[in-house]
């Protein structure tokens, strides 16, 4: 008796941060783009730095360097636009890489029980282990703001 292993190949974009390379799944991607202006806010958070515009779209850009690589970017040569899914929608979220980026097919194997939250599985390539990134443990996601019981949003109407 014989079994055949059927392997999974998936689409990957491979990206570089300083000196390691990481991967999103290709589906993620809405496109690649030259660095363009950077509009900063006073009152932004510190996950998100600014937003960029693109396509009419006004696209956070979050710099997810510090949490994988412990350290900021100092120079950007790339926006990568990956699509965050949200429960009932989806955002485009600009990530700056340091290098140029590359699609792979691979199979990702899935991560352990020790692996970081943002490690959504690993691939080998070229001889190297690479990280396959999870977005949405990566990038700030829509705030739900909690109002004490009996108290009404603004602009919500109690029923009579």
Known sequence: MSFSVE????????LRLGER????????????VAPTRVFRFPH??????GVILRRGRIVPVCDVSETL????????????????????QSEWVALPVTGECELINAEMSPPSEADAPQVAGWLSH??????V???S???????RSVAPAGVLAAGEVRPS
Not at 7 to 14: I, M, R
Not at 44 to 49: A, D, L, V
């Open 126 to 131: 070229a001889g190297d282990v690479i990280e």
């Open 7 to 14: 392997t999974e190949l998936q689409s990957f974009v491979l």
């Open 44 to 49: 932004r958070t510190s996950e998100i730095e």
């Open 137 to 143: 443990a990566l990038t700030p996601g829509p705030s």
């Open 21 to 32: 390379r990481f991967a999103f799944a290709a589906r993620q991607i809405a496109e690649l």
């Open 69 to 88: 690589i412990g350290k900021s970017l100092k120079s950007r040569r790339l926006y990568l636009i990956v699509v965050r899914r949200y429960e009932s």
């Open 133 to 135: 990134l999870n977005l």
